[in-house]
């Protein structure tokens, strides 16, 4: 998954042709944007490169199939990353018809959670990585893209049934698909044990603290 080789740009040209996404101009001016090598648009490209590359085992639930990325494709939508360094009051991903908005602040994070000091700054060597600051990685960054993704889709709801939270998890709503988002990776993605582990613990705090009528 190294950023910046000729591999890298070519994927990363193909899905920009095969998703919508843009990204705010002021991200530009303040130098965040970064290109295909480093910054937020690499880490954005590099969200959508591991969704592709995950092929589960078994169909998920609500998605259906065993490929994340053609799902999302099949959505249809329209991804924003907006500037919540210039403008403050934004504080949450959320998604609106089928236009999604993920703050570019997150999407900045991936890359300060991966560089581990041995390689390039920005290179995501791991999907999923224990850091003093929690779970960290593209991985978790793709779970809000799947979680903001549901809620235009079929079956979703645009509000949470019970706010902030779901109502329950056969509910299928949000948090449910991000619930079986990190249990699929935990158990029919071809992670390492490490992040598999990882997954699982993710899964486990969406199931206890995410739905009303366990809590
Ligand atoms: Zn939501």
């Known amino acids: 998954m190294a950023l910046c080789t000729p591999e890298f740009a070519a994927e990363a040209a193909i899905i920009r042709r095969e998703v919508s996404i843009d990204f705010a101009d002021s991200l530009r001016e303040s130098g965040y944007l970064g290109d295909d090598c480093d910054g937020i648009v690499a880490n954005t490209v590099n969200m959508f490169r591991v969704l592709k590359a995950i092929r589960f085992d078994a169909p998920m639930p609500l998605v259906g199939g065993t490929s994340l990325y053609e799902w999302y494709r099949s959505l249809d939508l329209r991804l924003h990353i907006v500037d919540d360094f210039a403008d403050p009051s934004i504080k949450v991903s959320y998604a609106v018809g089928n236009e999604v908005f993920m703050m570019a602040s997150r999407m900045r994070s991936i890359a300060d959670a991966l560089a581990d000091g041995k390689g390039a700054p920005g290179v995501p060597r791991y999907f999923l990585r224990q ?85």
Do not use: K
Not at 165 to 177: K, Q, R, V, Y
């Open 131 to 215: 850091t003093s600051a929690g779970i960290r990685g593209v991985g978790m960054i793709a779970g809000v893209l799947v979680h903001e993704a549901r809620h235009p889709a079929p079956g979703g709801d645009a509000n949470h049934t019970c706010p902030p939270n779901d109502a329950s998890l056969d509910e299928g709503g949000s948090f449910a698909l991000q619930y079986w988002y990190f249990r699929w990776l935990a158990e029919h993605a071809q992670l390492t044990h490490e992040e598999a582990r990882l997954a699982q613990e993710l899964a486990n705090d969406i199931a206890t603290t995410r739905f009303c009528d366990r809590l």
